[in-house]
């Protein structure tokens, strides 16, 4: 424990700057995973445990196309519409064979895929650390705010995950296509007698997840290293991030994104070993005081 | 005679049956223990010995597990937690105090009760899913303080030297073989005593709490009393799993807290099945068969394993001994038919 330098960071504007910096980082990334999470928990009713796997995969697939091309922006897009298709593919063809069975079921498949997703990647990527690089666009002067040294990369960063969360809140609330998806979360069979496709629905709606955690690995690509396997403590903690908010809420995944994300960057100041302890104490504490978390909907 | 047609017969008939089937069950019990207390005179192989030990160490877990899982539908993504308390709790009563390793054994399920008592209490409230996550929150809580007390544990080093393993009663568990007899027992007793809970009527009112918790509690059952003795017993269970793998690797090591051992035991159940009670003991000779075989045969473990599991959860739809008993019923149905 080694409370003297948190509180020398929180006395300190620049030490809080980069810290909350840091913070903000880990949370956006942690958002973008837990909101596919959340969305498809919301409307499919399955705790998607290979999300991790489609983070690894936008990641993998955005360092290839990179490579390739050069091109900074046809790496998100790789990364974010390879996962998405991975995702179409994963529940038309296994996903949708066990929503009837046991939730033991749905999760033993995803814990298949989990195991099969990690060895593709070291079949076809190696299994050594691998790194994309920081592109040269933003390898310029990095920002000075109150002392603070702030990246242009992180503010780009932030924008995007930012954006998703407007955008996805605005079009569930306020589109045709969002007002089908909540009714479809909230009565299937009454969605699939007015003459809806549900199937068609339950695809997006993976895919959009799918392509929400591509996004985020092809985002963290840059600043990350890679490595098989890499999805899983990213899973882990969005999975906190999704308890912690309330399963199925896109503002609680928002709240508990950035809440873990702050836990992590000043708890590893005053608690270097005891990091990822913090977190599940929260989560404890969450869970005993309102079991469906921040912003979840009480179940009657 | 399925468990319904058994609730309905009569309460008499049952008695006696239920005192039948405890001598059955004995039976069975010492049948199983002389057949592997034979194993080393028959065969010469140190790497059997060490599969059974495994599988005992396993299949304690397991089964235990299946005491939550199956009997009561409390879906525990956490039990590993008590597979790593009793290795934890056991390698260092043993390394600190020096006392004999039987004083160990109980102190370290004493520890473990204690413990499991106050994760239970707080654990149980919840339901369904949420019980999975908060179970998998204190397991991480538990892991996560396992690799920060360094000067305690050994931090990610594990508890290293070794475990110092007296003789007593004439039993040295440094012994491979009064290990392995050792550890037989344990898992026959283990298994023997869980079986009974299981068919005690506190085992049906657990069957009744997961069939319907509202019911059990309009006609007077306590259900969180109940939750919480069963998650105390199958904690002491799990425990003596642990302690069996810390005198097998004569140590401890974080992994043996991390979540993953709950996950490979919510696994083994559905490998082997939930609805008998043996179930979890055949998916616990399964998975590790399974493991031997494909790390040696392949470095792409995860694929072989990964295509093995979407073959039981998408294409048999359940464990093994619940696909072996439906298959033996429907032919006796017809059977009967003619």
């Not at chain 2, 199956?70 to 600190?96: D, I, K, N, W």
């Not at chain 2, 099945?273 to 792409?300: K, S, W």
Request: with cysteine.
């Amino acid at each position: 424990m080694d409370l003297d330098a948190l509180t020398g960071c929180l006395a300190s504007s620049a030490c809080l700057v980069t810290q909350t910096t840091s913070g903000f980082i880990i949370g956006m990334l942690l958002f973008l995973v837990a909101v596919g999470l959340t969305l498809i928990f919301g409307v499919l009713k399955v705790v998607n445990f290979s999300h991790g796997a489609f983070y690894m995969f936008g990641a993998y697939f955005a360092m290839t196309a990179y490579q390739l091309s050069g091109s900074f922006a046809l790496a998100m897009l790789c990364g974010a519409a390879g996962t998405a298709l991975l995702g179409l593919v994963f529940e038309r063809v296994f996903m949708s064979r066990v929503y009837g069975a046991d939730v033991l079921m749905q999760l033993l498949v995803c814990y298949a895929f989990v195991l099969i997703f990690d060895d593709v990647v070291r079949m076809v990527w190696g299994p050594e650390f691998r790194s994309m690089g920081m592109p040269a666009a933003f390898q310029v002067v990095p920002l000075f705010i109150a002392g603070g040294v702030v990246p242009p990369y992180y503010l780009l960063l932030i924008g995007v995950a930012l954006a998703m969360a407007v955008i996805l809140g605005l079009g569930l609330a306020r589109t045709r296509i969002g007002k089908v998806i909540r009714a479809a979360a909230h009565n299937p069979g009454m969605v699939s007698a007015l003459g809806i496709n549900t199937g068609l629905i339950y695809g997006g709606v993976f895919a959009l997840g799918g392509m929400l955690a591509g996004l985020a690995g092809a985002l963290a690509a840059p600043v990350r290293s890679l490595t098989p396997g890499m999805g899983f403590s990213v899973l882990i903690e969005s999975f906190i991030v999704t308890v912690i908010g309330g399963m199925g809420s896109i503002l609680g995944a928002l709240i508990g994104a950035i809440l873990i994300g702050m836990i992590r960057s000043f708890g590893s100041l005053g608690f270097p070993l005891f990091t990822e302890g913090l977190m599940y104490l929260f989560m404890v504490i969450v869970l005993v005081s309102r079991p469906t978390g921040l912003f979840g909907k009480e179940v009657a | 005679m399925t468990e319904l047609q058994a609730e309905r017969a009569g309460a008499e008939v049952q008695r006696v049956e239920a005192s039948r089937s405890r001598y059955f069950d004995l039976l069975i019990a010492l049948v199983a223990f002389a057949v592997l207390a034979l194993l080393p005179v028959l065969f010469n192989s140190k790497a059997l010995l060490d599969f059974v030990i495994r599988c005992s160490a396993f299949g304690l877990f397991a089964t235990s597990l299946n005491l939550l899982v199956g009997y009561t539908g409390l879906t525990s993504f956490g039990h590993g937690m008590f597979f790593g308390l009793g290795a934890y709790g056991f390698g260092l009563t043993m390394q600190r105090t020096g006392v004999p390793v039987p004083v160990a054994f109980v102190a370290t399920l004493l520890i473990t009760t204690v413990i499991a008592t106050a994760i239970g209490a707080i654990c149980v409230r919840l339901k369904e899913i949420y019980f999975a996550f908060v179970t998998l929150a204190f397991q991480m809580l538990i892991h996560s303080t396992i690799l920060s007390w360094a000067s305690l544990t050994g931090g990610d080093q594990g508890l290293r030297g070794g475990i110092p393993r007296p003789a007593f009663l004439g039993i040295d568990l440094s012994n491979h073989v009064h290990l392995y007899v050792v550890s037989c027992a344990l898992l026959v007793i283990g298994l023997l005593l869980m079986r009974q809970i299981a068919q005690s009527p506190f085992g049906y009112t657990l069957r009744m709490i997961r069939d319907n918790a509202t019911r059990a509690s309009f006609i007077g059952i306590d259900v969180w009393r109940a939750k919480l003795t069963i998650f105390v017993l199958a904690a002491l269970f799990a425990s003596t799993g642990g302690i069996i793998m810390a005198l097998f690797v004569s140590g401890a090591y974080p992994e043996f807290a991390y979540w993953t051992i709950s996950g490979e035991g919510i696994f083994i159940n559905m490998l082997g099945g939930v609805t008998t009670f043996l179930g979890p003991m055949v998916g616990t000779v399964l998975l590790l068969i399974l493991n031997d075989t494909v790390t040696r045969l392949t470095e792409y473990y995860g694929i072989v394993l990964g295509i093995v599991i979407l073959f039981f959860a998408i294409g048999l739809r359940k464990g093994l001994m619940d696909f072996v008993v439906e298959w033996y019923a429907q032919r006796h149905h017809d059977a009967e038919r003619g």
